[in-house]
């Protein structure tokens, strides 16, 4: 054999190498999993942990950073993050007491002339205090359903424990679940696209009127699907009327089940729909300059601004195949300049393109109740108990029995009740920031 042919046959003889990003001099940032010193501390003494610290204790080889969640934000303020142990990605936010005012002019500001703004004013960030978490500094726990977000656990970054002078921690680090259908905004932008897009399906409708509803309901009331399904209607004794106050297109998430997740042939129709976001949430009881930090206060705080905003919600959801492209990112066309909240929408919620009814009269008609130039008042918790929910309810059992052939039919080269085509591309996180 030549020396030609022998160092081909080695070089063929080489086992293939794994590609990394090593290969490609990538450099990844890594996040530590980030605990008070007085919870690590804690953590190395005693197998007794809070379900925060035990969580905490799974991830001990820190993060890999995915991606920035809000482009528009400060870096790290809200970012999806990979667990080095498990290779679970999770959606880390960092909140800060004393936060930077980024409505302001900073840009060349020297750090200590920033303007700052107070965030909260509790011991806790309303995530924290409003969570589905087992904690001492929970103050009201997010029942265990689907249309609540899930926080695993939260800690103090490393070099920012600062306290105030009455004992609170200035910066929390706080990880939930992620969802992986992104946010129902990014649904309705592609609904609303003039090429692509059409009138968003009415099943799928009905599915976010019953679970946002749902969601507001317990709010306002303490009761679970579970009291709801036995007919109880009246709020629970001792119950604190919470106040979500940011229910909009964007703060609402999609999720498709994964692998271990109980699926069902429908899902593609009907996906869980989860109300996130509850960094400007106050219970109605707490003191007026609380209310005062977050900045879409309009007049005098009341369980009316959730309604109104569900109501906008959902009205926007029949409407937003029907806007000009100019404005079909304008989802919130119903705040004025002062940030005052509107209280009616547009009129023209039953045709498309003022020729055709694509939604039925009975999903209309429940929506007309949040016109307030029609009722005269915006609805309460009780109109969602008695009207609202049952009638979801019936309607998607009937689109339900229907069966998956049935509301995945293409009859009009452009409806189906299949939206998960809209969702999020998967794709697009699965390489880590470099």
């Given at each position: 054999m030549s020396l030609r042919s022998r160092k081909r046959r080695q070089v063929w003889d080489i086992p293939e190498l794994a590609v990394t990003s090593a290969t490609f001099r990538e450099l990844h940032v890594k996040l530590p999993t980030e605990r008070y010193r007085e919870q690590a501390a804690h953590a190395a003494s005693t197998t007794n942990l809070k379900p925060s610290d035990q969580w905490l204790d799974k991830h001990r080889g820190g993060f890999l950073l995915i991606q920035n969640l809000h482009p528009k934000a400060p870096p790290g303020k809200c970012i999806l993050v990979e667990s080095i142990d498990t290779r679970e990605r999770f959606v880390n936010k960092r909140l800060q007491r004393y936060a930077p005012d980024w409505n302001q002019k900073t840009q060349g500001t020297e750090l200590e002339h920033t303007p700052?703004?107070?965030?909260?004013?509790?011991?806790?960030?309303?995530?924290?205090?409003?969570?589905?978490?087992?904690?001492?500094h929970v103050e009201v726990q997010l029942p265990n359903e689907p249309y609540f977000p899930k926080l695993y656990g939260y800690g103090f970054p490393s070099g920012h424990q600062a306290f105030d002078s009455e004992g609170k921690p200035d910066i929390f680090s706080l990880y939930f679940k992620r969802f992986n259908g992104g946010t129902l905004e990014n649904l309705m932008l592609q609904y609303a696209h003039p090429e692509i897009g059409?009138?968003?399906?009415?099943?799928?409708?009905?599915?976010?009127?019953?679970?946002?509803?749902?969601?507001?309901?317990?709010?306002?009331?303490?009761?679970i699907r579970q009291d709801l399904d036995q007919g109880m209607k009246n709020p629970k004794p001792g119950h604190k009327i919470l106040l979500h106050r940011r229910l909009r297109e964007r703060d609402v998430f999609l999720h498709f089940p994964e692998d271990g997740e109980d699926t069902d042939p429908l899902d593609c129709c009907f996906h869980r729909i989860i109300l996130g976001e509850f960094d400007q949430a106050v219970v109605l009881e707490d003191p007026p300059d609380i209310h005062s930090h977050i900045p879409r206060a309009a007049g005098e705080t009341g369980a009316w601004e959730d309604m109104h905003s569900l109501g906008r919600l959902l009205r926007r959801l029949v409407t937003v195949h029907d806007c000009t492209w100019e404005n079909n990112g304008n989802f919130d066309y119903d705040v004025d300049e002062d940030c005052e909240m509107r209280r009616f929408l547009s009129d023209n919620i039953t045709f498309y393109e003022g020729q055709e009814q694509v939604y039925s009269d009975d999903l209309i008609r429940l929506l007309s109740n949040f016109e307030q130039k029609v009722t005269g008042a915006i609805p309460t918790v009780a109109f969602l108990i008695n009207e609202l929910l049952p009638r979801a309810h019936e309607k998607l059992r009937e689109f339900r029995a229907m069966g998956i052939d049935v509301l995945t039919h293409d009859e009009s080269d452009g409806w189906m009740g299949d939206v998960s085509w809209a969702a999020a591309d998967p794709n697009f996180e699965t390489t880590p920031y470099a």
């Open positions: 700052y703004k107070i965030a909260f004013d509790t011991w806790a960030p309303p995530d924290l205090r409003f969570a589905r978490l087992s904690d001492p059409a009138p968003i399906p009415e099943p799928f409708v009905w599915h976010v009127m019953k679970q946002l509803s749902r969601a507001v309901i317990w709010l306002q009331t303490d009761l």
